[in-house]
């Protein structure tokens, strides 16, 4: 395994469409989500989607952390609380509602930095495992949140684009100062 390089913001290989995986079995994909995978703990994220470390295909691993898989407004039956390392491929993700929650994002490929985005509180996702077989899930919460951010990655938009008032974007470190009684930014 080894520890793949981080495109940080302003790179062209953030900023155009991943391609699909056509078979997620190969060992090339093992390999290269095995070092996603190191990659992403190594830099301490929660996320990480393959244009992040230079590879324009549509992988992305994250999880859940207990401590963010918090979520009390949480629908029973949902897929709430922490969740182990996931990879999905192909991932596909669909609203389940138009309602949203603005909250803090950070990102790897963003070092330092924080904003508050809107998401959709609650989405359905579904794409491969690296073993070839089907993932299908319900979110909301920090999960919800996750999914949307690393799915984003695959189709070039970094969440500043998603943010409809700049006023929160900033050094982490200066905008939590302000961000009194709210989570702090995890990175993905
Ligand atoms: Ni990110």
Redesign the pocket.
Known sequence: MALLKIARMGHPVLQGGARAVDDPTRPEIARLVADMIETMHDAGGV?L?AP?VHVPLRIVVFRVPRARADDPDAVAGAHDGPVPLTVLINPVITPLGAERVTDWEA???LPDLAGRVPRYCRIRYAGRDADGGTIERIAEGFHARVLQ??CD?LDGI??PMRMPDLTSFGFADEVRRVAVGDDAPAT?
């Open positions: 996320g989607a992040q990102c790897l490929s951010h690393e990655h970094l969440y993905e």
